[in-house]
């Protein structure tokens, strides 16, 4: 009898073992990621914007209704681009940075540094402007990605 029991045992830990080998296997999914294979998450997967594209905007400029547009180039870390209206002609950015849903964008006029702040809702924006004491309202749209 005691080779029957002991015989019994060791059916039900194999199986025990199988089950929670299974159960390991599952939960982890498959093979860990080899040297080099990570890729690091999409701004999407952060819940970042991704500024790269062309976007129209318009605001007004002392009285004056203005429209123009706005391109951002590059990856992360090394975002660049320009925008262009009739006030101020084409202006490279200085600096581009994103925040979430929030982008900020700074370019050098001969008036002095313009600062601009944009909120993302989808592929739309609201935001403001400011260049020394003048500033104002903006809002736009993203054209292309």
Known sequence: M???SHFLEDIVKNTLS???LSALA???GS??????ETAAPTAAARGELD???TYAFSTTVQGAAVDGQLRITGSRGAWGGSFYSDATGELQLSSVRVDGQELR????TPDGRVH????FSGDTFTGDWTLGAD???????????
Do not use: E, H, S, W
């Not at 601009?116 to 909120?119: A, F, H, K, N, S």
């Not at 500033?135 to 993203?142: K, N, Q, S, T």
């Open 2 to 4: 005691f080779g029957a």
């Open 135 to 145: 500033g104002g309202a903006l809002r736009g749209r993203r054209l292309t990605r």
């Open 105 to 108: 964008l700074d370019a050098d």
């Open 116 to 119: 601009v702040r944009l909120v």
């Open 31 to 36: 093979a860990p990621a080899q040297p080099g």
């Open 26 to 28: 599952a939960a982890c």
């Open 18 to 20: 199988i089950i929670m």
């Open 51 to 53: 500024p790269v594209g």
